[in-house]
């Protein structure tokens, strides 16, 4: 095991890579235009609030927000403050954000006084509260740490430097395909995550893209803003939203539409052809980990599934596992061996790469982590989740196409007390969509439990 | 309803079992918040119409049979309207 706690980065990054450029460009669009002057106003105002409430160089603030302006400003004052984001996504549930705020100490919180908007806002109005909460240095000198669902019960706690940001950022302007200064992103995948945050937040203010959130997250919302502008836009999502789009009529022609780019989980070929015949675009496709950031691309669709490595970074195939270049553990505190050594990170994902063209193939994970909707799932916390609830003997998770659970009580339990108590402990996008009440699950006969879906579905009956 | 039939339980099934690519039987219960901005989607697209609906609303919606209860009483208040 070794530690891995790199030296915080000077904080004038934020302006020299994210903050600079004319006061009169637009940054984003939500709908009403922020030029970055206004940026800049906002982000130092929201510097003297964070310092207020105790944070300094070298400290922790988490942001548990919901894609907004808010979050954006905070973001970029945590990081100009000299001090370290920990992102919390907002559908964590309290359980969940206790307990990664006990593990990281920040000295601030921000979270929401108020939201508002209406339903399925794609970009909340929010109005941030910042609390004060531990007075202790941040727990490592990473400019960001970010929370991965994770196999040993807990979230794993990954963080990355500055510098490796800004290295994923300017890797992004070299991938030939990428939104060009002057275009814009119609941003769908949360901010919170690497692809939004760094192939869309960072990249765009970098690259003087302008960053559109839909109105809401429909079909005809993410239409309506590609059309709201004449210039070129692309549309920056996970698989699901090629689905929205598929299945949406256009009212005329959209010639500003350049290409839509998804990253989170592979695509059904059916759903890129359905997608194709409506829109006659490229549809992207990229790689990546929140560990590392974008790893491979391949946006102009030629490839399918196959992606090219991203400019500087190295992909190795070993013993069917894919490894990709990583100069630090991007694991704060105790880094385990068996996912990064020596300047190689394991992904977990069976892969393969072409000798000679050096295209990676992707063919699916090698441990228990699925992905919902571009959200990294690991079966594993939900099964622990699930198995310690009160009135749970045992409890198998599997995935069929969703998250399934099987669940032995050990007294009188029913589906609904079940349901709320996992309400309190895991996200919306981690919870079961379908519980399966059995009195005995099924076992081998040295008693470990079966996982084998066909047995489970058995045993439900 | 522009000539579209009453939205039934089968309907949402199907559309859930369309986003998952399992059969309807498969279809769990429960819906998250993805599958919950897929259905209002789709009963738009179906419907030609928005159904405006409040994040009141939609927090409550936990399962397909509650999806179901307030898609039926929104599109009845747009035809209202």
Same mark, same amino acid.
């Given at each position: 095991?070794?530690?891995?706690?790199?030296?915080?980065?000077?904080?004038?990054w934020?302006?020299?890579?994210?903050?600079?450029g004319?006061?009169?460009?637009i940054?984003?669009?939500?709908?009403e235009?922020v030029?970055?002057?206004?940026?800049?106003?906002?982000?130092?105002?929201?510097?003297?609030?964070?310092?207020?409430?105790?944070?300094?160089?070298?400290?922790?603030?988490?942001?548990?927000?919901?894609?907004?302006?808010?979050?954006?400003?905070?973001?970029?004052?945590?990081?100009?403050?000299g001090?370290?984001?920990?992102?919390?996504?907002?559908?964590?549930?309290?359980?969940?954000?206790?307990?990664?705020?006990?593990?990281l100490?920040?000295?601030?919180?921000?979270?929401p006084?108020?939201?508002?908007?209406?339903?399925?806002?794609?970009?909340?109005?929010?109005?941030?509260g910042?609390?004060?909460?531990?007075?202790?240095?941040?727990?490592?000198?990473?400019a960001?740490?970010?929370?991965?669902?994770?196999?040993?019960?807990?979230?794993?706690?990954?963080g990355?430097t500055?510098?490796?940001?800004?290295?994923?950022v300017?890797?992004?302007?070299?991938?030939?395909?990428?939104?060009?200064?002057?275009?814009?992103?119609?941003?769908?995948?949360?901010?919170?995550?690497v692809?939004?945050?760094?192939?869309?937040?960072?990249?765009?203010?970098?690259?003087?893209?302008e960053?559109?959130?839909?109105?809401?997250?429909?079909g005809?919302?993410?239409?309506?803003?590609?059309a709201?502008?004449?210039?070129?836009?692309?549309?920056?999502?996970?698989?699901?939203?090629?689905?929205?789009?598929?299945?949406?009529?256009?009212?005329?022609p959209?010639?500003?539409?350049?290409?839509?780019t998804?990253?989170?989980?592979?695509?059904?070929?059916?759903?890129?052809r359905?997608?194709?015949?409506?829109?006659?675009?490229?549809?992207?496709?990229?790689?990546?980990?929140?560990?590392v950031?974008?790893?491979?691309?391949?946006?102009?669709?030629?490839?399918?599934?196959?992606?090219?490595?991203?400019?500087?970074?190295?992909?190795?195939?070993?013993?069917?596992e894919?490894w990709?270049?990583?100069?630090?553990?991007p694991?704060?505190?105790?880094?385990?061996?068996?996912?990064?050594?020596?300047?190689w990170?394991?992904?977990?994902?069976?892969?393969?790469?072409?000798?000679?063209?050096?295209?990676?193939?992707?063919?699916?994970?090698?441990?228990?982590?699925v992905?919902?909707?571009?959200?990294?799932?690991?079966?594993?916390?939900?099964e622990?989740?699930?198995?310690?609830?009160?009135?749970?003997?045992?409890?198998?998770?599997?995935?069929?196409?969703?998250?399934?659970?099987?669940?032995q009580?050990?007294?009188?339990?029913?589906?609904?007390?079940?349901?709320?108590?996992?309400?309190?402990?895991?996200?919306?996008?981690?919870?079961?969509r379908?519980?399966?009440?059995?009195?005995?699950?099924?076992?081998?006969?040295?008693?470990?439990?079966?996982?084998?879906?066909?047995?489970?579905r058995t045993?439900a009956? | 309803?522009?000539?579209?039939?009453?939205?039934?339980?089968?309907?949402l099934?199907?559309?859930?079992?369309d986003?998952?690519?399992?059969?309807?039987?498969?279809?769990?219960?429960?819906?998250?918040?993805?599958e =919950? @901005?897929w259905?209002?989607?789709?009963?738009?697209?179906?419907?030609?119409? +928005?159904?405006? /609906? &409040?994040d009141?609303? =939609? @927090?409550?919606i936990r399962?397909?049979?509650d999806?179901?209860?307030?898609? +039926?009483?929104? /599109? &009845?208040?747009?035809?209202?309207?």
């Amino acid at each position: 095991m070794t530690t891995g706690n790199p030296a915080a980065t000077d904080p004038i990054w934020v302006d020299e890579i994210l903050l600079r450029g004319r006061s009169a460009d637009i940054c984003l669009r939500l709908p009403e235009p922020v030029d970055r002057g206004s940026l800049r106003r906002l982000v130092a105002e929201a510097q003297t609030r964070l310092a207020a409430a105790g944070l300094r160089p070298g400290g922790a603030a988490a942001l548990r927000l919901p894609p907004s302006l808010a979050y954006v400003v905070n973001l970029l004052a945590t990081w100009r403050s000299g001090a370290q984001a920990i992102l919390l996504d907002h559908r964590l549930t309290d359980h969940e954000v206790d307990r990664a705020l006990q593990r990281l100490a920040p000295q601030v919180v921000v979270a929401p006084i108020r939201t508002g908007g209406g339903g399925l806002r794609v970009f909340v109005d929010v109005t941030e509260g910042v609390t004060a909460y531990a007075d202790r240095p941040a727990v490592s000198g990473h400019a960001v740490i970010q929370l991965s669902s994770g196999s040993t019960g807990p979230s794993k706690v990954i963080g990355r430097t500055a510098d490796d940001l800004v290295a994923e950022v300017h890797r992004y302007t070299r991938v030939d395909g990428v939104a060009l200064p002057g275009e814009r992103i119609i941003l769908l995948p949360s901010m919170v995550h690497v692809l939004g945050l760094v192939g869309g937040l960072l990249y765009g203010l970098h690259a003087g893209v302008e960053l559109v959130p839909p109105q809401r997250l429909a079909g005809d919302a993410v239409l309506a803003a590609i059309a709201a502008d004449d210039s070129p836009a692309t549309v920056l999502g996970v698989p699901f939203h090629i689905g929205l789009l598929a299945s949406t009529r256009p009212a005329g022609p959209l010639p500003q539409f350049r290409r839509m780019t998804t990253g989170g989980e592979l695509v059904p070929a059916a759903v890129a052809r359905a997608f194709a015949d409506r829109y006659g675009v490229p549809l992207g496709n990229m790689y990546g980990m929140t560990e590392v950031g974008v790893i491979g691309t391949d946006l102009h669709g030629r490839h399918r599934p196959s992606i090219t490595p991203a400019p500087g970074v190295e992909v190795r195939e070993v013993d069917g596992e894919l490894w990709v270049s990583c100069p630090a553990s991007p694991y704060v505190g105790l880094s385990d061996p068996t996912r990064w050594a020596d300047g190689w990170l394991r992904t977990r994902d069976a892969g393969t790469v072409d000798p000679g063209t050096r295209l990676v193939t992707v063919r699916g994970r090698l441990d228990s982590q699925v992905s919902v909707g571009g959200l990294k799932v690991d079966l594993t916390e939900v099964e622990a989740t699930v198995a310690a609830l009160p009135g749970v003997a045992a409890a198998v998770v599997v995935f069929d196409g969703a998250v399934t659970a099987y669940v032995q009580p050990d007294g009188p339990l029913s589906e609904q007390t079940l349901d709320e108590l996992l309400a309190e402990r895991l996200a919306g996008y981690k919870r079961p969509r379908t519980l399966r009440l059995v009195d005995q699950l099924p076992r081998t006969t040295t008693g470990k439990l079966v996982r084998s879906v066909d047995a489970l579905r058995t045993a439900a009956t | 309803m522009a000539g579209q039939p009453d939205l039934g339980r089968a309907d949402l099934v199907t559309m859930l079992a369309d986003l998952s690519g399992k059969p309807s039987a498969e279809v769990g219960a429960r819906i998250g918040s993805m599958e =919950l @901005a897929w259905l209002v989607h789709l009963v738009e697209q179906r419907h030609d119409r +928005r159904l405006d /609906l &409040t994040d009141d609303q =939609l @927090a409550a919606i936990r399962t397909v049979d509650d999806a179901l209860a307030v898609f +039926r009483t929104a /599109l &009845t208040a747009a035809a209202d309207g």
